[in-house]
């Protein structure tokens, strides 16, 4: 069974401190992984996307990571923000087939 | 990057009545789009792949008669909460899937939350 875990469910980080989420998958075949940033009562909003070849992809202060041997993958946040509280999820793609979400991390960001 | 609308993005309504929500592709055609429902502190959960010019595929356990879906056009797709409970108040994400990269490429509507009274 396809299956994409995140850890930890939750984080609450000081405002211009740094994080990173995890997350682990097992799906197969595998095309690419993406993290999403999903603010409160919006839809989810695409950070990085990264095919079996990727290893790194940024994107401003957000920094993903991609080892597909041990299949998993981590997105840092530098100089964490206000506004970078959400739920960030982490989804894999077999290609022209569903999607299998992670349950998402949900970060707060304190002043 | 591309766009995808929803709309409404909010929506109350009595029991038993039916809403409509639209969903387009703003400045890409999308021959594949994706219903979703996600209920508070979950994860979207995959309801229906609707496909233009045909009947859309439903998840095991999704009503096709409770959700209809209509993907009319390479721009629309709508769902349709026929009768609509209590119980079917959530979070309606679409997405739309871009055929113009080389890498698969989803890209998610706002959302639409639509509570039943």
């Known amino acids: 069974k396809n299956q994409v875990e995140q850890s930890p469910q939750s984080l609450i980080i000081l405002e211009g401190k740094n994080c990173t989420l995890q997350?682990?998958?097992?799906?197969?075949?595998?095309?690419?992984l993406r993290w999403y940033k999903q603010d409160t009562g919006r839809g989810p909003v695409s950070l990085t996307i990264m095919t079996f070849s990727e290893n790194t992809k940024s994107n401003g202060r957000y920094t993903a990571t991609l080892d597909a041997d041990t299949k998993q993958s981590s997105l840092h946040i530098t100089a964490s923000q206000l506004s970078d509280s959400a739920s960030y999820i982490c989804?894999?793609?077999?290609?022209?087939?569903?999607?299998?979400f992670g349950q998402g991390t949900i970060l707060t960001v304190h002043p | 990057g591309a766009v995808v609308s929803q709309h409404p993005s909010r929506v109350i309504c009595k029991s038993g009545t039916s809403v409509k929500i639209e969903c387009r592709s703003l400045?890409?055609?999308?021959?594949?789009m994706f219903w979703y429902r996600q209920f508070p502190k979950q994860s979207l959960m995959l309801m229906a792949t609707?496909?233009?010019?045909?009947?859309?595929?439903?998840e095991q356990g999704v009503e096709k008669d409770k959700f209809l879906i209509n993907h009319a056009s390479l721009t629309l797709s709508t769902l349709t909460v026929t009768s609509a409970h209590p119980e079917d108040s959530s979070f309606y994400i679409c997405?739309?899937?871009?055929?113009?990269?080389?890498?698969?490429?989803?890209?998610f509507g706002p959302g639409t939350r639509l509570t039943v009274l």
């Open positions: 997405s739309a899937r871009d055929p113009r990269p080389r890498v698969d490429t989803q890209y």
């Open positions: 400045d890409f055609q999308a021959t594949t």
């Open positions: 997350c682990n998958y097992t799906v197969s075949p595998f095309s690419n």
């Open positions: 989804v894999v793609s077999p290609g022209y087939g569903k999607l299998t």
């Open positions: 609707s496909n233009e010019g045909s009947k859309a595929t439903y």
